[in-house]
């Protein structure tokens, strides 16, 4: 499961995420590829293009909701 990449706001468009992605990615495919494994993920709208063009689809979208109490 991938969950929560995250780039702070100066350094982000310099290419940080997806060197963190081509990193991760590569693990899973070295110690997971072809074992029957299902890669799957949450992410924000932000990120989305970056699942899109790795192959990921959409299956359904989440609504996060929170109260203080």
Request: charged share 25%; net charge positive.
């Amino acid at each position: 499961k991938l969950q929560d990449a995250f780039v702070l706001e100066p350094y982000r468009r310099q290419g940080v995420y997806t060197k963190l992605w081509d990193r991760r990615m590569a693990y899973i495919n070295e110690h997971y590829a072809g074992k029957g494994y299902t890669v799957y993920a949450y992410c924000k709208p932000m990120s989305i293009g970056q699942f899109r063009k790795h192959g990921f689809d959409e299956i359904e979208q989440l609504i996060h909701v929170s109260t203080e109490i």
